[in-house]
Each structure stands twice: as C-alpha cells, then as structure tokens.
C-alpha cells in the first residue's frame, strides 16, 4: 500500500529501464541512420499515443481528433522552420523574395499577421504547447460542461478533425494547402537533414518522450489518476464524492492534446515537413489503434504498441502492400475481440505470472503480497475492465 | 458496348495474374535477350550505385493502396512495360533493369519515407514515380538531399524545376494556353466558368488560365468555383453555371468527385455537345469511372490520347494491352509514365554513367523519337518539349483527336506574366 | 451578383437550388437511415456503413453487366433488380458481421467503433483485390438520364426525382416496420430493456441480427442509388462517413424525425451557403454550425426528455 | 433577503419543488423543512417520487419549479460537486463503489481534501489521510480488506463502503437510499448499529421500505405518494394516519 503510493514502483522502475536500453542502446547499436530515422518517426506517434492512454484509457474519452492536436503542434514547429528556409537568399527567385515558397504561389506579398510571431523560436515552443492546449481547452470545456461523453464526443472530435483538414486544404496561401509544409531545412542555422542530426534529433526525442512517460506516470500515480479511473466508471458517483468531472476530463483531454502537439512538432522536425495528412480522421483513428494494441490503460504499452504497428506496417507494406490492409484491418478487430489490453494485457497475463513463479521460485523471501499487488496495477491492470 | 462492360468482370482477376508476372524481373517472361557485355562497372558507377555488371536497379515509387491507387496503377503499369521492353532490348550499358516497387499508400510521409528507402538503402538509379504533387513536394527534399532521380509522369502547376527530377508531363502554360486560345477560335468563347478541386494544381491551373483569358484572349471569367477534394455534390455550382451561362466550362476537378460532377452536370440537362467544356483533368482513366454516356462532347485539353494515329503509338498501345489486358484505357499520365525508363535509358547511354550528377548534366537536349505521342526532347529546365492536343470525348470512352500544335511547345514551369 | 440577371432567370435558378437542396436531403437522408437505425436502436457505431454502400454499388455494377450481357431487351428495368439484390447482399454481409463482431461488442460501443474501422479497411482491400483499384463506371438505362424541363428556365434531373422517390419510400417503409410492425415492437422493447424483453420471449440476438442486417441493408440502397450521382470505387465508402455520422448525431441518436429533420437542415444550410460561398468554405461553416450547435445542444434536435 | 426568508433557520427547506418529465409530473409542489440533527424518513409506495426527491436535493435531476434551500444556499442553482462540497452527501439505492480501485483507495478518493484538478495533482497521502481513512474502515467493518479491490467486496460489504465514503465527506446532511435493501439479517443488524453511530450531529434523510428500521430510526416521517406529501409527522402519527393507510400500509 505505502509502494503504491509511492511515484514509481520497483517494477515499473524496470518496464522504464528495459524501454530506455531499448531505445537508447539497443535500437540505436543494431540500426543504421535511415532505419533510426523511422523509428524517430514512429515515436513522434508514440506521443499521442501516450496521451491516449490518459484521456482514453484513464479517462474514458475517446478522441477520435488527436491528429488535431499533433497537426496543430507540428504545423506550429513547421512554421518556424519554414520561415527561417525562406530567407530572402533562399527564395530570390520568388516574385516576392522572402516569404513560404507557396504563399508566392498564391499570390500573396507580404508575409500574413499570424506567421510573425513565429520569427521567434521561444515562441514557437510555447504555442507547441499552448495553442493545442488551448484549442483542446475550448473543445473540452464546451463538451464536458455540458456531459457529452461516449460516441458523441468521439464523433464531434472526428467532426473537428475533418473540419481543419478542409481548412487547411482550403487556405493554401496561408497553410501551404495539400502540400503541407515542404522542405524545411535548419533550426536556428542548424541543419535538420544531415545523419548526425537525425541521430540528435532522435536522442533528444527519446529524452521527451521519457519526459513525457513520466509525467504520464505522475498523473497516474496521484489522486487525480485514481480519480480519472473512478470517473471511467461512476462519473455520477464522482460528481457526488465533490470532484467536477467536467474540469477533470478537460484536464485529460488538455494533457493528451499536449503531448500529442509535442509528437507533432518532433514530426515536422525529424521528417522535415508537414501536411494535413496527419490531421483527418484516418490518421487520428490509426493512433488510436497504436494505444489499443499496446494495451490502453498501459503507459509503456503506448510506446510498444506504436513501435509494433509501424514496423509490422513498414516491413509488410514493403513486401506485401496488399496484405498489409487485411492486416491492419485484422488487428484492429483482433485487440478489440480477443485482447482489449492489447499488449500490456497479454504480459500480464500470460508472460509476467511466468516471470514471478521464476523468481519467487529462486528468493522466496520478497514479499509475495506487494508483489502481486503491483505486478497487477502495472502490467497495467490486466483484471481492469475495458474502458467502456 | 456489351463487348466493353464484359471486360470488367475479368480483368481485375487477370491483372493480378499478369502483375504477379511481371514483378518478376521482367527477363524471364521475355524469353532471357543476351545482354551484350557492357563497360566496367567501375566506369559507369562511381557513386555506389546499385549497379553490378549484369543489373542496375530502378524504383518505382506510386500508390497500390489508398484513393490514389486508382489513377496510379496505370503509371505503374505504363513503367513496368517500358522496363520490359528496353530488358528484351537489351538493357542499359548492358545491363538489365531490376526493380524495386515500393507503395506510397496514398500518404506523402509515406512517399517521403519510401524515396528515401529506395536511394539510401537499395541505391536505386533512378526512381519512376509521384503522381500528385503532394506527394511530389514531399519527395523532391529527399531527392535532391540523397542526390536522386526522379522521372515525374503527372501534369501539373509548375513553378518548379529541379536538377533531381525530369518532369515528363506538361506544366501547367504548356497544357492550358493552347487549348484556351483553340476553344477561344474556334467556338467564339468569350465567357468562362472555372471549377476545380481545392488545392494547389487547379488553382494555379485556374490562376494561369484567368490570367490568360482576361489579358491576352480578352474574355471574362464568369465564375470560379472549388470544392473539397471528394465531393460529391455538384448541384449548387451547376446552378451557377446555368445563371451565369458561360461560353466555355472550364474544368480541373480530380478523383472521386470528377465521376460525380460529370453524372449530375448531364442530369442536369446539361448538354455537353451544346455547351462547350473544355477540361485539364479527364483522361481516358477517368472515363473509365465517369462513364462515356455521361461527358460524350467534352473537350480536353492533353499531351497524349490512347486513339492517336502514329506508328510509335500503335506499337505501344498493342504492347500495352499484350501485358495488362485487352481493355486496359491508357491515358496521358499513363504515357508520361512510359517515356520515364526509355528517357532515363537514352540519358544514360549519352552520358555513358549511371551517375546522377552526369544525368542531369546530359538529360537537356536528349531526343526520344519513339514515344507513342511523337518526338518528345528535354528541355535545359528538365521538362519536355511537347505538343499540346485538344480531343473530344466520345461514347466509347476514347478520345476523337480535334486539333494538335503544329510545333512542340516549350515547357515554361515559371511563366512571366501569369504569376 | 445578380444585378446583370433578370428577375425571371433569378427566380428559376432559386426554385432550382432548392430543388438542389432537396436532393441534397434525400441523399442524406437516405445515407443516414441506415446508420441511424443501427446507432440508434442499437448504439453501434458502424465505420464501416460507407463500404457497406459502396458494396451496393458494385452489386449494381455487376447487375447492369449481366444484364447487358445476357438480358438487354430488360436493360431498362435493372436498376430495381440491382437494389434489391443490393439490399440482399449488404444486409447479408451486415448479418454476418453482426454474429462474427459486433455481438461480443454490445457492452463496448466504443470498441464497436475501432472493429467496423478495422472491418471497413479489409473490405476496402477486398474490393480493390476483387474488383481492381481503378473506379468502376455504373451505365444507367436511357430514362433515368437527363432532365425534366418544368417550364423554359427551369430543369430537374431525373435522377434527383428518382432518388427523392426512393428515399420517400424507403422512409414509409422503415417507418412502417420500425413503428407498426410487431418485429418494429420487438426491436424497440430490445432497445428499451434487453432483459425484460428476452424474458417475455423475444429473442433479443435475432432481433439484433435483423436489425443490424436491416441497417445495411438499406445502406445497400444507398450505395445502388449512388451510382446514378457518385463514383464506385474501393474508397469512395469514406467520402460519406462524415456527414453521415453528423447527420445522425445532429438529429439526436434515438429519433427518425430527428434524422430527417437533422438532414433536412443540414442539407438546406450547406446548400444555400455554396450559392454564396465557394463549396470548400460552405462545407467549413455547415460542419462548423452543425458542432457549434451540437456543443450547446449535445443531446441533439429531437431527443426526449427522459426520466433516468 | 426578507422575503421568503424563513422565521426559524432549517437546514434544509424544499419549498414548491416540481419536477416534471414530458408532462408527468413525478414531484408535485412539494414542500418540507429538515432541521439540524433531525433524522427523517421518506416512505412511500413505488413510483411516488421518493429517489427523486434525492436526486433533485443532490442536483442530480434539476427542478422544473421550486426552491430547495441547505441553510443560505440555493442548492438549484449548484452543480452537484458543489452541493457536495456545501456539505451534502449522498448515497445510491445500489451500491455506487469503485470497482476497479481498492477498498483505500475508494475511501481516500471520498477524503474531502484535494478535489480541484491541481489539488488531485498534489494530493499526498499523508498520515492525517491514513488515520482517518483507517478509522473510518474501522467503523464500516472493513479494517482488513482496505487493500482489497472493491469488485471482491459482497454485497453488504460494498453497501458499507459507500457510506463509510459518505462518512470519510463528514457531510452535515446524509441522504441515504434504501441503505438495507438486500442485505442479509445480520448485515441488517450491523447496518443499523452503523447508522446509528453515524447519524450523530448530523442530519439525516433516508428511504427505507423496511417499517421496523424506519421506526427504530426515524424522528419524523415523510410519506409520499404521486409526487406529494401525504402525511407528515411522527412515525406514532403517520401509521395512525386513515390516508397512509389507505394508500400504503394497508396493504
């Protein structure tokens, strides 16, 4: 009980440490640049992913909008980057020498209001934050306020999502349009396409997204976690414990926001551009489906189940692309029906019980009590019930 | 008639059949040519290409899955011919071409990721692919970072031009300016209603064509109208169009929504043989879906039709139905995706070197007498040099070839005057 | 805009747009029939009800080339046996998805949702594999082209008429068996109380199976009818979900009135505001009133007040 | 302020309450006064309105007419965590525990400290939190299942949770639903023992169908029936009452 209250316990301690030799170490050793690059890709995914795991797996609300938010923190990221490659030496053979190579396209001679501030880097890393935090703000407050919850919001979500898409789209001189951002080069002078830069980028993800697990792992670990499964399944029964669901929910729903924007804008970074690809409804079900086989109420699970989905995607739409939309078709009704905690859920129910019985077979002096007390609210809740 | 729906029952499954044919190296279904022994790799490869004495490897890079595989898969088909054909020619310096395909499943990340695939890991010597200009943008960093090359089949906006790319289709003046001032003689049109997509290639298509009515063909556009890629409601605008009473349609409307838009502009009783339409975006492809009852009389504007009478064409357009099916439709992408491989061959045995900076350096100026719409040549920007062609569709879905330039149009992918 | 055009010619194009309009709403309302009877009555998020159209729609293509082949003396009259066997083959497959997935899902809506997502990409896949990637192009008989002319200026295409009929008579008809039919009762006592209703011998798993199959089914409709004014490919299912969905949703979950309301009003809206506007930002503002209104009226137009 | 202001200060007025769904009317101008420390039950046959009048107090369903008064504030106008947070708590006709959190941490999440978004966040279990999450279990019979998941409890036992969650709020008016309700006859015994240690200082508003509870409990009673009051008074009063009678006792 005490170990529990704790921020950390010993074995979550060791799923941090097997994910960070993973991700430090090992892929980095047995990976050339390219191959890392694509994982450095696939972990910007992680991030939503992860952010899921808060709002959809803790919570109960399930976004069918987090390309949103990951759209809204990478075109944000995108926009400084693409205002520093159009220096006026860079784009002299524009009509209007100075300005996004497509606002040039469409005409526009003077560089929008909106584009300014991002000029600034300091800025732009705060509206990585704010603005998708902000936008989730407005959303969360409207919806929950007034109980939307369940198929409604994830629809209304999806709603969202397909409105920005058309937006974008539609205000090409402003957005770069279906083409997205291309071509975006160095931060702060720094070059972002080289190997080794790639290979910093990675690191400096990696280290985020550690950053990320564990204030995941903190939310998780106070009262407010508790509170976000209690209200998964007795949202009245919180309501009359004292607790506004609403304001809780918000809250979820603003963190997952975040950290999504954070994986958007580690996107434009490590890829080099931006498009509304990224922000409809396929992209934002698809990350969904990452937090699913990973096991949506398991932290590290989201990490897993990401890097899992992408690689399957990568390699069979390599060999097979044919087969590869069977598969993924497959996999989603395959964690829906058969293991609805997806990854986390087979390991604590098939691998963990196997591990324990090993050690407690060679030192039978731990305590077995607390061990199986944690060994169950890690392996993420394998007795949990599904989310909805 | 009957004759042309029955296909569609057994093609599909017959497609399958032959693809999976041709994914193997093209060489065991064309009876193995002796390759010639070709110079020393060492001579013809000093940037670590995938080259060996016998075999140099090309990627083919377009969308097998997703809403872009439907104009895709005849690109693919049209490479996969040429590559057959130049391996039972005898290859390139000797060597024959392997290929590497790779699915851009309709995504421009994925596009990117897959080009970089293909230069980084498997050193291709070259990349066929790209079809839409998304995913074009999202390529063309890669390209020119690894030092690639790309041949691009689509027409597209232009205001672009890259050492790493030969653009095989038109840009946007050399398609749209002939066929405005043809439609402008001959049918006395001095109105114009413009509808397109909403992204960039029919909006700058549609600034390059205003640009061109207002000033140099002294009309007036009536009416600009653009929906979200996937409409399908067209009701509203074609009401417009009946307020307004233009001279000419003009029209750039892609994918799912081009079937759409033609269906409800002919049950709106608009009669495509009174009411002059001229288009930059139906090919014998997009027919395929529209059906040919439904835009019978529209003109479009184009490089290439299936139903061009020249020998090269005849050649090719038998050699295409041989592999892929009787029926196949071939339309202009799919003959710009054609000319990529034979280019990419020609270039290299001028310049003697699979090397892409020496390709670059001898693609302008390079002839190819054989493609199936005429005498093609680069130009020093790396587009084509090329005629512009307006035809007229007809109920079986081909084109009836109307009128043609008398001399190939120079590409001008950064027009003055139209910016 | 309209100072160069004559009252006369204005006049006409307004009776048009609205006729424009009313197609407009059938084709909603004839997309979300389906949907709504399976989220409604069931609470099931079918993803997958856009491919379950698009089947319809190759049921269709295939009906008109057998006819072609074999029957062209009856070429005229294929259409209605190709929607009726759409209706078979899309509440087939719906029944068979029903007993395979979504009856181990009835506790998990949201989980329904991420399945008929699953299910919806392996038929996309399907169908490229089965009927090739390229679009397929559904020729209609020579009477269902074309227009109708009411008077000089004024037109209506015949298709429009013909999908307004339909969609009429399919509303009569599902009204009718939702609300008269003693299977209807079944189904609404299953919506209301599961248990008691399997107590008082209803048996609630077919109920289900029947339901669902019926929601297909008349997606199947949908996607045969579409073919006359949309595009048949492998992906073209995705193009509607959205306003499908939002259709549903506007209307309040558990109401056909609502359905039919929310359609209506939707499609008058988006119609009215593309005269305006261009149809990309006309779509951005109907999708922006339809959550701005959602937001402050999440229980939609037309749920009831109910005791809890 | 003057008007409408009560001569003598209740702790909880309901005055004019109406509720009605699509036309039924399911409370019906309904008034009653609970004073401090009072302890008053609601009876009534089925469908008379008795949950409802809960749900109306603890802003679950919301009025259609009528004011409802928990000392000064209008408890109408509040949302349900602020009717808590005023001090009203609120137990359901079934068991409403947390099944997926451990028997501690059902109670701790009940500890009326930390409950805006950030004070959740910085919430630390601390020995006051202990002491008294311990005491309460010590109360509520479960001293030694607090590290127990919830769905193990019994039936009974998830019943005492709740109101030991109800206890942990230290609310100064209790409404209980039904609290015996499937219970076995020794879990009866000690729920009433349990209720009659926590009704002390406090004021009390229950439902119970079970006569020989109400009357071992009750102070006054209120009998509902169609949404409105029937017969008030002393349980003495109440059963000697012909209406009651008629309507309720009698059969």
Not at chain 1, 198 to 215: H, N, P, S, T, W
Not at chain 3, 32 to 60: D, K, P, S
Not at chain 4, 211 to 218: H, L, S
């Amino acid at each position: 009980m005490n170990d529990n209250a704790r921020f950390v316990n010993r074995k979550e301690l060791m799923g941090i440490l097997v994910l960070a030799v993973l991700l430090v170490v090992i892929l980095p050793l047995s990976l050339d640049v390219f191959r890392l690059n694509l994982v450095a890709k696939y972990l910007t995914y992680a991030f939503v992913a992860l952010g899921l795991v808060i709002c959809w797996g803790f919570g109960g609300i399930l976004s069918l909008g987090q390309g949103v938010f990951f759209g809204l923190g990478g075109y944000c990221m995108a926009m400084f980057l693409k205002l520093e490659a159009s220096s006026p030496e860079n784009t002299k053979i524009q009509s209007t020498p100075g300005i996004p190579d497509f606002m040039d396209w469409n005409q526009i001679t003077s560089l929008p209001l909106f584009w300014k501030p991002f000029h600034s880097l300091t800025f732009t890393v705060i509206a990585i934050i704010v603005v998708p935090a902000f936008f989730a703000f407005i959303i969360g407050a409207a919806m929950f306020k007034r109980r939307v919850g369940g198929t409604y919001f994830a629809i209304i979500t999806q709603a969202v999502a397909a409105i920005l898409t058309i937006l974008i789209v539609g205000q090409q001189g402003y957005t770069g349009g279906i083409n997205g951002m291309t071509d975006l080069r160095t931060l702060k002078g720094w070059d972002i396409r080289p190997d080794h830069a790639k290979i910093v980028l990675y690191f400096f993800e990696v280290a985020l997204l550690f950053g990320c697990i564990f204030i995941a792992q903190f939310i998780r670990r106070s009262k407010l976690g508790r509170i976000l499964v209690a209200m998964r399944e007795k949202e009245d029964r919180v309501r009359f414990s004292g607790y506004s669901v609403a304001n809780f929910k918000i809250f979820a729903f603003c963190v997952a926001a975040m950290f999504a924007a954070i994986g958007g804008a580690m996107f434009a970074l490590n890829v080099g551009f931006m498009s509304p690809s990224f922000v409809g409804i396929v992209p934002s079900i698809e990350m969904v489906i990452y937090t699913a086989v990973g096991g949506r109420l398991s932290i590290l699970g989201a990490v897993y189940g990401t890097l899992l989905v992408n690689f399957a995607k990568t390699s069979l739409s390599e060999s097979f692309p044919e087969l590869w939309l069977f598969g993924l078709g497959g996999l989603f009704i395959a964690v829906v029906l058969a293991f609805p905690n997806g990854l986390a859920g087979i390991w604590g129910d098939y691998i963990q019980p196997r591990i324990d019985r090993l050690f407690a077979s060679r030192k039978s002096g731990s305590d077995p009590k607390a061990d199986s007390k944690n060994g169950k609210s890690f392996g993420p809740v394998a007795d949990g019930a599904p989310a909805e | 008639m009957s004759d042309d729906k029955k296909r569609g029952l057994d093609s599909p499954l017959r497609r399958k059949l032959l693809m999976g044919i041709a994914a193997i190296p093209a060489i065991s279904m064309f009876g193995g040519p002796s390759f010639a022994a070709g110079p020393a790799t060492s001579a013809v490869n000093t940037t670590g290409l995938a080259v060996t004495d016998t075999e140099v490897t090309v990627g083919i890079l377009h969308s097998a899955t997703g809403t872009m595989a439907i104009s895709e898969t005849g690109s693919i088909e049209a490479e996969k011919l040429a590559i057959a054909q130049i391996n039972e020619a005898g290859g390139v310096l000797g060597r024959k071409i392997k290929i590497i395909q790779e699915d851009g499943a309709s995504d421009w990340p994925t596009f990117a990721e897959k080009a970089k695939k293909l230069l980084v890991n498997d050193k291709v010597a070259a990349i066929m692919g790209c079809w839409t200009s998304a995913s074009r943008k999202a390529v063309l960093p890669v390209m020119e970072q690894y030092n690639g090359m790309l041949y691009y089949p689509t027409f597209y906006e232009g205001l672009e031009q890259s050492k790493n790319v030969i653009y095989t289709g038109q840009e946007a003046t050399q398609q749209i300016l002939a066929g405005l001032n043809w439609i402008a003689k001959e049918k006395g049109a001095k109105s114009f209603f413009f509808v397109g997509s909403d992204y960039i290639w029919p909006r700058t298509s549609n600034k390059i064509a205003r640009k061109h009515v207002e000033n140099v063909l002294k009309g007036k556009v009536v009416g600009e109208e653009y929906y979200p890629l996937g409409n399908t409601q067209f009701n509203s605008v074609i009401n417009k169009i009946k307020l307004t009473k233009p001279d000419v349609i003009f029209t750039d409307v892609v994918g799912g929504s081009n079937v759409a838009f033609y269906k409800q502009l002919k049950a709106a009783g608009i009669d495509l043989s009174k009411q002059a339409l001229l288009t930059i975006s139906v090919t014998e492809d997009e027919i395929d879906g529209i059906g040919g009852e439904n835009i019978a009389g529209a003109y479009a504007c184009m490089k290439y039709f299936q139903s061009l009478k020249n020998e090269n064409n005849e050649k090719f357009v038998a050699a295409f139905h041989k592999m892929w099916g009787e029926k196949t439709v071939i339309g202009d992408v799919t003959q710009a995706a054609y000319l990529g491989p034979w280019l990419w061959k020609l270039t290299v045995e001028k310049a003697g070197s699979f090397d892409v900076d020496k390709i670059a350096a001898a693609s302008p100026g390079i002839e190819f007498k054989g493609a199936p719409e005429g005498y093609v040549r680069i130009h020093e920007n790396h587009h084509l040099w090329s005629k512009t062609r307006v035809g007229k569709a007809k109920l079986d879905g081909q084109f009836e070839l109307i009128y043609e330039t008398a001399d190939l149009v120079e590409p001008d992918p950064f027009p003055k005057g139209y910016q | 805009m309209f100072g160069d055009y004559s009252i006369g010619d204005l006049g006409s194009i307004f009776v048009m747009q609205g006729f424009a309009g009313l197609i407009l709403f059938s084709v909603y309302v004839l997309m979300a029939l389906g949907l709504a009877i399976i989220f409604g009555q069931m609470g099931v998020i079918n993803m997958a009800h856009g491919e379950f159209m698009i089947l319809g729609a190759y049921v269709t293509w295939m009906t008109s080339n057998f006819f072609q082949a074999f029957l062209p003396s009856l070429f005229s009259g294929y259409f209605f046996v190709a929607m009726i066997l759409a209706f078979f083959a899309s509440g087939a497959l719906g029944m068979l998805v029903e007993w395979a997935l979504i009856r181990h899902l009835y506790k998990r809506p949201l989980d329904t949702l991420l399945a008929t997502w699953g299910l919806s990409l392996i038929l996309q896949q399907a169908y490229r594999s089965i009927f090739g990637a390229r679009e397929v192009g559904v020729e209609l008989p020579q009477w269902m082209l074309g227009s109708q002319k009411v008077t000089d200026s004024i037109e209506v295409p015949i298709n429009g008429i013909f999908v307004m009929c339909l969609t009429l008579l399919i509303t009569i008809a599902v009204a009718y068996v939702m609300y008269k039919s003693r299977w209807g009762r079944q189904v609404r006592a299953v919506v209301q109380n599961r248990i008691m209703a399997g107590a008082v011998g209803i048996n609630t798993e077919r109920v289900d199976c029947y339901t669902f199959g019926l929601g297909c089914g008349i997606a199947g409709i949908a996607g045969s009818a579409f073919t006359m004014i949309g595009s048949t490919g492998p992906t073209s299912g995705q193009l509607y979900i959205v306003d499908t969905f939002l259709v549903v949703v506007f209307g309040g979950a558990a109401s056909l009135v609502g359905t039919i309301a929310s359609a209506f009003s939707i499609s008058q809206t988006q119609s009215t505001l593309e005269f305006f506007m261009s149809g990309s930002m006309a779509k951005v503002l109907t999708l922006l009133a339809v959550v701005g209104i959602l937001m402050l009226r999440p229980q939609g137009l037309f749920a009831l007040k109910v005791r809890k | 302020m003057l008007i409408g202001h009560q001569p003598k200060d209740f702790l909880l007025s309901v005055e004019g309450l109406t509720v009605s769904f699509d036309g039924f009317k399911a409370v019906n101008d309904l008034s009653f006064y609970v004073e401090e420390n009072e302890i008053r039950v609601i009876i009534g046959p089925n469908g008379a309105g008795k949950t409802t009048v809960l749900d109306l107090i603890c802003g679950k369903t919301k009025a259609t007419a009528g004011a409802i008064h928990f000392r000064d504030k209008d408890l109408t106008k509040m949302k349900e965590n602020q009717i808590v947070q005023a001090g009203v708590g609120r137990k359901f006709q079934n068991p409403s525990i947390y099944d997926d959190l451990t028997v501690f941490e059902n109670l701790e999440i009940s500890y009326p400290r930390g409950r805006t978004v950030f004070g959740a966040l910085t919430f630390t279990r601390d020995a006051v939190v202990r002491d008294r999450v311990h005491e309460v279990a010590e109360m509520i019979f479960l001293k030694d299942r607090l590290n127990m998941s919830a769905e193990l409890l019994s039936h009974g036992q998830k019943q005492w949770l709740e109101i030991g969650m109800l206890l942990i709020q230290d609310p100064e008016l209790l409404m209980l639903d039904e609290p015996v309700a499937g219970m076995s006859v020794s879990e009866r015994v000690k729920t009433a023992e349990l209720l009659n240690t926590i009704i002390k200082n406090r004021s009390v508003l229950v439902i119970e169908h079970d006569m020989k509870f109400v009357e071992d409990i009750a102070h006054k009673v209120t009998v509902l029936h169609q949404g409105q009051i029937l017969s008030e008074g002393t349980m003495e009063k109440v059963k000697n009452d012909p209406k009651v009678i008629e309507v309720y006792l009698g059969h």
